[in-house]
């Protein structure tokens, strides 16, 4: 099959005009021309994934591999050594970015993974009107995304409405209208505004909030002719 013909069911399926002006989803290493035989969906690609699978393949991640322009290629440095080993095995990369997020991720992780009904979307931010105990939801949260720990700013006691951004979406801290905010990569500063607000703010992973892409995405490829295989690159981070 051809890597065109992928790109454009991967088109239909989120298309790519939807992704932000600073994101870089789309064909990222690869020619349409290309004939592939197998596919390998994932969060991210690393090393090991790379070696592990054949000459060919088409990787098709969230995060794209390459944000910005480069100024180089040092074969030693991340993410020129990734980039190395994908032209050598002539592999193919396609990332589907913030479009995936606004059309499927968020949605799937705030309904499918923490069993919450949406009441209204936007771009990025899946809300819901529900009632909740602060230790309930808490609690409940750990035991859905399987987390042993949970950073917790502006804690409440009772919760009516909750907001999630998967990955990292503290910059839409001024955009939440709820008493809880699920997003990752918190950082210290955002805190403070957060806790200046009055926003309760419950830090799930970057990671741990996006692992789900392939298992979302490899459901839409099932009317393609070639198999999906779902994998993911490892968590960088050890707890």
């Not at 990369?93 to 923490?114: G, P, Q, S, W």
């Not at 006691?157 to 910059?171: F, P, Q, V």
């Not at 905010?181 to 805190?191: N, P, V």
């Amino acid at each position: 099959m051809k890597l065109e013909d992928i790109y454009n069911t991967l088109d239909e399926i989120s298309p790519f005009e939807l992704q932000e002006k600073w994101d870089n989803s789309g064909l990222i290493i690869g020619d349409m021309n290309r004939n592939i035989t197998s596919l390998v969906v994932s969060l991210d690609i690393d090393e090991e994934l790379l070696l592990e699978h054949d000459e060919g393949v088409l990787f098709i991640v969230h995060h794209p591999l390459i944000f910005s322009g480069l100024t180089s290629l040092d074969f030693s440095k991340y993410p020129a050594n990734l980039i190395e080993i994908m032209i050598q095995k002539n592999q193919s990369l396609i990332a589907m970015h913030t479009n995936f997020d606004k059309t499927h991720l968020n949605r799937y992780v705030f309904e499918n993974i923490l069993g919450f009904s949406t009441t209204s979307q936007s771009e990025f931010l899946c809300t819901t009107i529900q009632n909740w105990q602060g230790s309930d939801l808490i609690a409940h949260i750990k035991e859905r995304l399987q987390l042993p720990l949970l950073k917790v700013v502006a804690p409440k006691e009772t919760i009516e409405s909750i907001s999630l951004c998967t990955g990292a979406g503290a910059s839409l801290i001024d955009s939440v209208q709820s008493d809880c905010f699920l997003t990752g990569d918190i950082k210290y500063h955002d805190a403070m505004k957060a806790k200046s607000q009055n926003l309760m703010l419950i830090e799930i992973g970057h990671y741990e909030s996006e692992q789900f892409f392939a298992e979302v995405l490899a459901k839409e490829l099932k009317l393609l002719p070639l198999l999906a295989i779902i994998t993911n690159s490892k968590n960088p981070f050890i707890i």
